[in-house]
């Protein structure tokens, strides 16, 4: 039997929007990130922040990235970053969801815009006839239904992949509490209709 396994991983393309009740507008508004860090230094403390802000009347929130941290503990690379508002490590700041948490700040799933990347593809050998494996990595935790992510890998539609699964021929699996889908094709040559998305 042959395997040919691919795995792609989903890859968000913007920061994290967060969705909050703004003093400035009296509702619920989008806060979005600026790409710049605030830091202040009491002694050899230090605290930094992410600065967000509501996209209708410029409101700031500060997200703590570190809160009463002895310098010496924060990487170099990273302090460097803050102080010169490294608009890149802001970006990626922004896209970690543990951030989020413990601010308890609320992420607007709707709002998020992500790529698929194809990261891994092996054929192993040892028969003539081919069975198919695919993973797809969502390492953010995005929330996004499963039939969504994988219609959207495959190039098919919702109802064709719930179809797909209601016959066998597509057989699903989620793993590391919901970070992994693992689907088996059997018998379907959904190879031809994987999306490249490099």
């Not at 920061?15 to 003093?23: E, M, N, P, Q």
């Not at 967000?52 to 990273?78: D, F, W």
């Not at 948490?101 to 709002?111: G, L, R, T």
């Not at 098919?156 to 066998?168: E, M, N």
């Amino acid at each position: 039997m042959s395997y040919l396994k691919t795995e792609y991983e989903i890859v968000p393309t913007e920061s994290f929007c967060v969705i909050r009740g703004c003093s400035g507008c009296g509702r619920k508004t989008h806060f979005r990130n600026t790409h710049k860090f605030r830091v202040n230094a009491n002694g050899n403390r230090l605290d930094v922040w992410l600065i967000y802000q509501c996209e209708n009347c410029k409101h700031t929130l500060n997200l703590a990235v570190y809160e009463r941290q002895r310098s010496s503990a924060i990487p170099k690379a990273a302090y460097e970053a803050f102080l010169r508002n490294d608009a890149l490590f802001a970006k990626q700041c922004g896209q970690t969801m543990s951030l989020f948490q413990k601010n308890k700040a609320a992420v607007d799933f709707e709002q998020i815009n992500y790529s698929y990347i194809k990261r891994h593809e092996t054929t192993e050998t040892s028969s003539p006839n081919t069975a198919r494996a695919l993973t797809i990595h969502n390492p953010c935790g995005l929330k996004i239904r499963p039939e969504k992510q994988i219609a959207e890998v495959l190039g098919l539609s919702r109802s064709q992949v719930r179809k797909q699964i209601a016959q066998g021929t597509l057989l699903l699996e989620e793993t590391d509490f919901g970070k992994a889908l693992k689907l088996y094709f059997r018998d379907a040559p959904f190879d031809e209709n994987i999306a490249d998305y490099e």
